[in-house]
């Protein structure tokens, strides 16, 4: 399964929401998780199912989409979310990721 | 706490093989339910995934990858392994381990990443 990504880069100001598109080349139902990346960091897992957040992911991150189309959103953009974030099926092996979109500060 | 944490050569040369070492803690791969996976990022580039090992020591690999893989664990040290032949330079890369729970190939821990270079 195919999953592009876009934007690849993505530039706002805290206080800004801001969405990402994550699709998929085939029908993944709800299968969909998305990963914050930071330097340094540890990769951490956002959200799973599509839409349902991990714990200790804070409500001004939520997912939406099912089948193809998927969209993470972050409303009031605070100064810690700027990084990477990556989309992933797990609907089918192998495992596949979006390329990635770098969320910058304006 | 769960903690991942890789190990591995730093350099190689082509046509070697590339040994990684996941060791965690927190968890156990003897737990129904629970993995491990690989990943891999060359520098400036997105994730790849290589191969999940689970509990009752089923196994998948990234098939554009699988006749170079291979993926074991040693439950009693809660370690996991991976090994890839025959490097070339395109895999220069960080690579990751990561808990997979809940049967659900997904990564809910990460480590944070060993750097290895293929370079002759």
């Known amino acids: 399964v195919q999953m592009t990504q876009s934007p690849s880069c993505l530039a706002a100001s805290p206080g800004e929401s801001v969405s990402i598109s994550c699709k998929a080349s085939?029908?993944?139902?709800?299968?969909l998780v998305w990963y914050q990346e930071k330097p340094g960091k540890a990769n951490k897992l956002l959200i799973h199912?599509?839409?349902t957040l991990q714990s200790g992911t804070p409500s001004r991150f939520s997912g939406s989409g099912s089948g193809t189309d998927f969209t993470l959103t972050i409303r009031s953009l605070e100064s810690e979310d700027f990084a990477v974030y990556y989309c992933?099926?797990?609907?089918?092996?192998?495992?596949?990721f979006g390329s990635g979109t770098k969320l910058e500060i304006k | 706490q769960v903690t991942l944490k890789e190990s591995g050569p730093g350099i190689l040369q082509p046509s070697q093989t590339l040994s990684l070492t996941c060791t965690f803690s927190?968890?156990?791969?003897?737990?129904?339910?629970?993995?491990v996976g690989w990943i891999r990022q060359p520098s400036g580039k997105g994730l790849e995934w290589l191969a999940n090992?689970?509990?009752?020591?089923?196994?998948y690999y990234n098939p554009s990858l699988k006749n170079r893989l291979t993926i074991s664990k040693d439950t009693s040290n809660n370690q996991a392994f991976l090994k890839i032949t025959n490097v070339d330079t395109a895999h220069t890369a960080t690579y990751y381990c990561?808990?997979?729970?809940?049967?659900?190939?997904?990564?809910?821990?990460w480590g944070q990443g060993v750097m290895v270079t293929v370079s002759s």
């Open positions: 990561a808990r997979i729970r809940a049967t659900v190939p997904l990564f809910d821990y």
């Open positions: 927190g968890f156990s791969l003897s737990t129904y339910g629970m993995g």
């Open positions: 090992i689970w509990w009752d020591d089923d196994k």
């Open positions: 085939k029908n993944i139902r709800n299968n």
């Open positions: 199912s599509g839409s």
């Open positions: 992933q099926q797990y609907n089918e092996y192998p495992l596949t």
